[in-house]
T-cell receptor, first 113, second 113 residues
Framework: KAGVTQTPRYLIKTRGQQVTLSCSPISGHRSVSWYQQTPGQGLQFLFEYFSETQRNKGNFPGRFSGRQFSNSRSEMNVSTLELGDSALYLC????????????FGPGTRLTVL | AQSVAQPEDQVNVAEGNPLTVKCTYSVSGNPYLFWYVQYPNRGLQFLLKYITGDNLVKGSYGFEAEFNKSQTSFHLKKPSALVSDSALYFCAVLPLGNNRLAFGKGNQVVVIP
């Protein structure tokens, strides 16, 4: 069974641009969560989607948004990029909310110049 | 709100010696507890989890962790460390009913040959 896939793996943008990251969960998994990893703040929860609905949102500004499609694939978008948005963005999938095991993808490394 | 503390920044251990990575948590109710490992330029890999039952949990690659409710700790252990165990280790808690993992800041483990 294929694992969680994230595209692209690496991305370089400049301040003020916007970016879209994609995550394909494990087949049969319907819940997708996103996390931001930075050296200073560590791993922080961004949001969680299930059945195309956002169930939870972390403490991030409105520039960070996401969505989930009917096939459970998810995208996250960051608008008006700032230098501090440079991070590794990790996607995790699970069967459903409250399922006690999340499987992580390899991440997308975003660099904002 | 839940929180996870991993008090040490880096853990150095000689190959063949026992390895311990410490974790304490603060959360209401009975959470699920996890350990993940991250190798350079990779996502998070699941090591083990505590849900309920025996306080000693065995996981992947010879790792185990001991849940101590009175001390709210969940320390990761390995009887004999390998050089290949050198990586970043994260402790995490998951409150019941949602997928919002809260992570500790991570511990860099360095196993010295």
């Amino acid at each position: 069974k294929a694992g969680v896939t994230q595209t692209p793996r690496y991305l370089i943008k400049t301040r003020g641009q916007q970016v879209t990251l994609s995550c394909s969960p494990i087949s049969g998994h319907r819940s997708v969560s996103w996390y931001q990893q930075t050296p200073g703040q560590g791993l922080q929860f961004l949001f969680e989607y299930f059945s195309e609905t956002q169930r939870n949102k972390g403490n991030f500004p409105g520039r960070f948004s996401g969505r989930q499609f009917s096939n459970s694939r998810s995208e996250m978008n960051v608008s008006t990029l700032e230098l501090g948005d440079s991070a590794l963005y990790l996607c995790a999938s699970s069967l459903a909310p409250g399922d006690n095991e999340q499987f992580f993808g390899p991440g997308t490394r975003l660099t904002v110049l | 709100a839940q929180s996870v503390a991993q008090p040490e920044d880096q853990v150095n251990v000689a190959e063949g010696n026992p390895l311990t990575v410490k974790c304490t948590y603060s959360v209401s109710g009975n959470p699920y507890l996890f350990w993940y490992v991250q190798y350079p330029n990779r996502g998070l890999q699941f090591l083990l989890k505590y849900i309920t039952g025996d306080n000693l949990v065995k996981g992947s690659y010879g790792f185990e962790a001991e849940f101590n409710k009175s001390q709210t700790s969940f320390h990761l252990k390995k009887p004999s460390a390998l050089v290949s165990d050198s990586a970043l280790y994260f402790c995490a808690v998951l409150p019941l009913g949602n997928n919002r993992l809260a992570f500790g800041k991570g511990n860099q483990v360095v196993v010295i040959p």
